[in-house]
């Protein structure tokens, strides 16, 4: 059974940083497209980044700059390092697992960026 | 950017009656290779992340009720559930994951009447 596990949210001040995980069991994690995706309370969902077989990034403009995607394949773990956060940043995030489709998804894990 | 477009907003179906959403596309969705689009279907329940029902247009995902199904080609796309069940409220979404940014539609919620 494939599980994408992500950890490392919680509450940030303004203007800080926090590195989110995932996790990802019952496959071979580093052939596959890996993504972000955010949803920030009672609202739609957003992708963030997304990181190839190959360790090549992508990122949507509101994050350019400021989060980084990577992956440690040895460890089947995906990360987010989010820096210079903002209160807009709130929202549960999503690691996506992507086979020619977004497969699987994590439980997701709640980042709140507050003073 | 490839903007999703969902109607209604929010939908009230009767138990066992037919509910059918829609998703628009702005632009083609088409993958060469399948020769597939590109467009998935999630539901939502509160506190819950997005379950995937439909990838590819119209495949359903293992273990969905084959209530659940997906049509359309081009930049127009279907979710209809042929007959609601008390467990299918929920918001339910549209992505296209045809190239980066993936986009979704705003979600539409759906009630029982």
């Known amino acids: 059974e494939v599980q994408l596990v992500e950890s490392g949210g919680g509450l940030v001040q303004p203007g800080g940083s926090l590195r989110l995980s995932c996790v990802a069991s019952?496959?071979?994690?580093?052939?596959?497209?890996m993504h972000w995706v955010r949803q920030a309370p009672g609202k739609g969902m957003v992708w963030v980044s997304r990181?190839?077989?190959?360790?090549?990034?992508t990122y949507a403009d509101f994050v350019k700059g400021r989060f980084t995607i990577s992956r440690d394949n040895a460890k089947n773990t995906l990360f987010l390092q989010m820096n210079s956060l903002r209160a807009e940043d709130t929202a549960v995030y999503y690691c996506?697992?992507?086979?020619?489709?977004?497969?699987?998804w994590g439980q997701g894990t709640l980042v709140t960026v507050s003073s | 950017d490839i903007v999703m477009t969902q109607s209604p907003d929010s939908l009230a179906v009767s138990l066992g009656e037919r509910a059918t959403i829609n998703c628009k596309s702005s632009?083609?969705?088409?993958?060469?290779?399948?020769?597939?689009?590109?467009l998935a279907w999630y539901q939502q329940k509160p506190g819950q992340p997005p379950k995937l029902l439909i990838y590819?247009?119209?495949t359903r995902e293992s273990g969905v009720p084959d209530r659940f199904s997906g049509s359309g080609s081009g930049t127009d796309f279907t979710l209809t559930i042929s007959s609601l069940q008390a467990e299918d409220v929920a918001v339910y979404y549209c992505?296209?994951?045809?190239?980066?940014?993936?986009?979704f539609g705003q979600g539409t919620k759906l009630e029982i009447k």
């Open positions: 019952g496959l071979t994690f580093s052939s596959y497209w």
């Open positions: 632009q083609s969705v088409l993958h060469s290779s399948p020769t597939k689009d590109s």
């Open positions: 590819w247009t119209s």
């Open positions: 992505q296209q994951y045809y190239t980066p940014p993936w986009t």
């Open positions: 996506v697992l992507s086979s020619g489709f977004p497969a699987y």
């Open positions: 990181i190839d077989p190959d360790g090549s990034t």
